[in-house]
């Protein structure tokens, strides 16, 4: 099954969006899907796991997920005990770029890099504080008094800023996240992909790097991922796509090498297919 790409506009002069205290029973919940925009999950109550990228994390009370634009991921629910969770969606360019010389930037909270975790478990006071400022973020959106955006945005990225100055301590992996890492040559494959989705896209070969039949391998990701192989792959592939056409100045036909694409057409559908989008229209559009 591919990924659900969640559309957001573009064009919004404000773009952030809130799913306030929502509960959502299994059958409810999106499956594998992908968006844009960063999202920013806080857990209330309830059970469940949550899939990022290439992991699993159990989902509990005073739990914050930090889950950059463009990520895999879809949560699964208890069925006893659904999640119940607030979910933040906003473009990054709500965030400011300026550092004022400083080696913190809100946009790093949102680049997480090997090892670390997409999950911060917060402590009571520091839950109670992110939970108040959701709740006021909520009644701005439905006052709409004078200046509430500006509002709106200064609290989020106090609230940023906050959760920043507790990573030190906090954005490690706990030992309660279920890592997927069953077996554990599994989480080196994994991390093998992240490293280079182009040369890791035929599955025979990587099944060979760990001793594993194909067939094996394929069931066994399907089993933990939730997607096929190549569906990952492939998405993995136009994610690293997306990211070249905006942080470089390389050629669409350079970026389709790049990624593992030997045709330029099929280049084309593929990107058009996940993104709605040509690659130089992508481009085009992001560079506004």
């Known amino acids: 099954m591919k990924p659900i790409v969640k559309p957001f506009p573009d064009d919004h002069p404000f773009p952030l969006s809130i799913v306030y205290k929502d509960t959502k029973p299994p059958q409810n919940e999106l499956?594998?899907?992908?968006?844009?925009?960063?999202?920013?999950?806080?857990?209330?109550?309830?059970?469940?796991?949550?899939?990022?990228?290439?992991?699993?994390?159990?989902?509990s009370q005073g739990d914050l997920f930090l889950i950059p634009g463009n990520t895999i991921h879809r949560a699964f629910p208890d069925k006893a005990e659904p999640v119940t969770s607030t979910a933040l969606f906003f473009n990054s360019s709500i965030l400011p770029t300026e550092t004022y010389g400083e080696t913190f930037s809100f946009h790093q909270l949102f680049r997480p890099s090997g090892g670390i975790s997409y999950k911060l478990a917060l402590p009571p006071s520091a839950a109670a504080n992110f939970s108040a400022m959701i709740d006021e973020l909520k009644l701005e959106s439905e006052r709409r008094e004078h200046g509430y955006r500006h509002l709106i945005a200064a609290r989020l990225q106090l609230a940023l800023l906050g959760i920043s100055r507790l990573m030190p301590a906090l954005h490690q992996p706990s030992s309660n996240e279920q890592l997927a890492a069953r077996p554990e040559w599994f989480a080196d494959a994994l991390a093998h992909i992240d490293r280079d989705v182009a040369g890791s896209s035929n599955l025979t070969e990587l099944a060979a790097l760990y001793s594993v039949s194909p067939e094996h391998f394929s069931r066994l990701f399907k089993q933990l991922i939730g997607m096929t192989f190549k569906t990952y792959i492939n998405t993995k592939k136009m994610v690293h796509a997306k990211e070249l056409l905006v942080a470089t100045d390389l050629k669409v036909a350079a970026i389709a090498l790049e990624c593992g694409f030997d045709s330029l057409p099929h280049f084309h559908r593929m990107f058009k297919r996940l993104t709605g989008s040509a690659p130089a229209e992508y481009r085009q559009a992001a560079s506004r």
């Not at 499956?31 to 989902?59: L, R």
């Open 31 to 59: 499956p594998d899907h992908i968006h844009e925009w960063h999202e920013i999950v806080y857990v209330y109550s309830g059970k469940g796991t949550i899939f990022i990228n290439h992991t699993f994390y159990e989902m």
